[in-house]
């Protein structure tokens, strides 16, 4: 934590947590204590009287006075922000009875001006400026829509205080479905994650990851994948799951040989990785839920296989990396030390077991996370006492409700923020027209609108955050999409892929560049890196739109077929791309690798002959090359060139040069 949250500042963003965790209890078990219920309005805007203020506490003005104490004017905007939002939760019933959001009295009217300020500095302190400008952009869209020179562009226009009244005090904008999803769902699934790494999670699953890959070749660069995906799973934050992960991770796997701009490569991809895998993935998956309309349990199974796919892609490029470089593993426990490492880490593993079970078979996702958390505070309270600790357990849990008050809010901000693009395009509706207009200009190709939609999540990724991308693209392409015949989650799971990629593709590529700062690598050469090693999640994508059973929809022998399939495509085009025959141990020249990867992508096809006839190709080019003579002679030279090169470069004091 840094030291700009002194601890009286802490005691206050703890207790705010406290109160705000106690707000979305009592509305998702239905407590209601006196009989005492809370209108959906009057609820959304006390959470954010509880999470807003600590966007102020914990996020500085400037990230140059981040490690000073909170000033005088951050306070100001805090008690600002705390005070406006409980004035509109006192009067949520009477907003809606009375229709504020068109005609409301003036002191609304003053304070909704002053709320969307509020919300917009504290999406700039959550998100960026880039995204902030947007969010603006669109939140003033509706003051314009009316002379708009493009015809579906064209909207109904309102004044100034129209607009204010709408984006705070209507049921679309900051009030719309993104923060709706965030008070039901994301809440608790946020103070899992923080439970689950502070109760030490993160050590578990690194040790576990390093018994069970660390002694075979790359293991090093094996324990990050595995590791990351688990703490992705926890944070669904690429950027802050290298920045947790990846201290450890990048140093073993340069100390094992790995060149740094390849280590932080495969951090950083397998970081990113953790945005899209269940059971918690990120904020975007959330909001899905009531874009979709259906329950999240469904969308967590039907991301599964794509995931699998993904870091099957990333760790068969490792294990080919590893083979052709001559890397072999690190000392330490082997498989024989996993048992001791299950037994004494069982409550995490029974927490994801547990989240899992009611997710799917009781179908309480809003109730799931808040029973595990419980769970795995006593285990931390019991486990703190029988080590003779009992006096650090106070400090252990105000620690993880400051965390927790930290990260639910920066969500909450950024979310708040977003709905502000909701709330313009859906006062102007717009919002009705894009997909229709966007349908007609492609001519209702649906090749044509996937490369387009690709294009336009990547430009966007780089400036917004997912959920920002997400939100704006899930009212403007994906109902394009459904009405082209493709599945629903398909659409919307295709945006969230594409949207993320900006994590590790140059030039921004947020997760590379933070895992170059760790390595001290080149950015840009570490981001090319990544790119080439999560190719998988840009053609999985296409992959499952065309063909559901990749997202378990459809008719069990199909799923499975199109799993097998996709996934003799992931290892083929791994094998492809790092230029290995993983299982045959020898080096593929250039016109076989070229050759491979066009056979590899047709493996995806949803076509049954098709994807037989490149699964054949493929064999007979990795049989071809088992049997080639030249093949041994590769191999060596190969293995020759990277010694010496290894050699003279330790000799020299400088990184080895990447295979």
């Known amino acids: 934590m840094e030291t700009r949250l002194t601890p009286l500042w802490k005691a206050v963003v703890a207790v705010l947590t406290v109160t705000g965790v106690l707000l979305a209890m009592n509305q998702v078990f239905f407590w209601n204590p006196g009989g005492f219920t809370l209108l959906r309005s009057s609820y959304l805007y006390l959470v954010l009287a ?15 006075v981040r490690n000073r104490p909170v000033p005088f004017y951050d306070v100001i905007l805090a008690l600002l922000a705390a005070g406006v ?7 949520g019933e009477t907003i809606v009875n009375q229709g504020w959001d068109y005609a409301a009295p003036q002191t609304a009217v003053l304070l909704s ?9 504290a999406l700039r302190r959550t998100a960026g400026l880039i995204v902030t400008l947007i969010a603006l952009a669109f939140s003033l869209y509706p003051l314009a829509a009316g002379q708009m020179p493009l015809g579906f562009l064209r909207g109904i226009s309102t004044d100034l205080s129209g607009a204010a009244q709408g984006h705070i005090m209507g049921a679309d904008s900051v009030l719309g479905l993104p923060l709706q999803t965030a008070g039901t769902i994301l809440i608790g699934f946020l103070l899992f994650g923080v439970a689950l790494q502070h109760t030490g999670g993160a050590t578990f699953f690194y040790d576990l990851a390093q018994a069970l890959f660390g002694r075979y070749r790359g293991g090093s660069a094996k324990v990050s994948v595995f590791s990351s995906a688990f703490m992705g799973m926890m944070s669904g934050s690429a950027v802050s799951n290298v920045l947790t992960t990846g201290p450890m991770t990048i140093p073993a796997m340069k100390r094992a040989g790995f060149p740094g701009r390849y280590a932080a490569g495969i951090e950083a991809t397998a970081s990113t990785g953790g945005t899209i895998t269940p059971p918690i993935m990120g904020s975007a998956a959330f909001i899905m839920v009531s874009f979709i309309g259906v ?6 199974l039907a991301a599964a296989i794509p995931a699998i796919l993904y870091f099957l892609g990333i760790f068969v490029q490792v294990d080919a990396y590893s083979a052709k470089s001559g890397l072999m593993g690190q000392r330490g426990p082997g498989p024989a030390a996993v048992g001791g490492i299950l037994l004494r880490g069982w409550p995490y593993l029974a927490a994801l077991i547990g989240l899992v079970a009611l997710l799917v078979v009781q179908q309480r996702e809003s109730q799931a996370p808040y029973w595990i958390v419980a769970f795995l505070l006593v285990v931390l309270v019991v486990r703190l006492t029988g080590e003779g600790k009992a006096r650090q357990v106070p400090a252990a849990l105000f620690d993880f409700l400051v965390s927790a008050g930290r990260t639910i809010a920066e969500i909450i901000g950024i979310i708040a923020g977003v709905g502000l693009i909701v709330g313009g395009l859906s006062m102007t509706g717009v919002s009705l027209s894009l997909a229709r207009e966007l349908v007609a200009a492609v001519g209702e190709n649906l090749v044509l609108i996937l490369l387009a939609g690709a294009v336009t999540c990547f430009i966007l990724g780089m400036g917004m955050t997912v959920s920002a991308v997400y939100v704006f693209l899930a009212i403007v392409m994906a109902p394009a999409l459904t009405q082209l015949g493709v599945n629903p989650i398909a659409a919307h799971l295709f945006v969230i892929y594409w949207a993320t990629v900006s994590y590790i593709t140059p030039p921004v590529g947020l997760a590379a560049f933070a895992a170059a700062n760790i390595a001290k690598t080149p950015p840009m050469a570490t981001a090319w890196t990544a790119t080439r090693l999560g190719a998988v999640k840009y053609i999985v994508p296409f992959a499952f739109v065309f063909n559901p059973a990749l997202l378990g929809q459809g008719a069990g022998t199909d799923i499975v077929l199109a799993v097998v399939f996709s996934a003799a495509g992931v290892f083929f085009l791994a094998c492809a791309f790092e230029g290995w025959m993983t299982g045959v141990g020898r080096a593929l020249t250039l016109p076989v690798r070229t050759a491979m990867a066009v ?3 047709g493996l995806f096809a949803p076509s049954l002959p098709v994807s037989s006839a490149c699964l054949a190709g493929c064999a007979v080019l990795a049989v071809v090359t088992r049997f080639w003579n030249a093949g041994d002679q590769t191999v060596s030279a190969e293995r020759e060139r990277v010694r010496k090169e290894r050699v003279e470069a330790a000799d020299r004091g400088e990184e080895p040069a990447e295979v």
């Open 113 to 121: 001006y002053l709320l969307w300020l509020l919300v917009l500095e």
């Open 85 to 91: 939002c409980t004035y509109f939760g006192a009067n």
């Open 50 to 64: 509880c999470f807003l203020p600590i966007c102020f506490l914990a996020f500085p003005l400037l990230k140059s």
């Open 599 to 601: 056979l590899a992508l």
């Open 295 to 300: 329950p999240y349990s469904e969308i967590a």
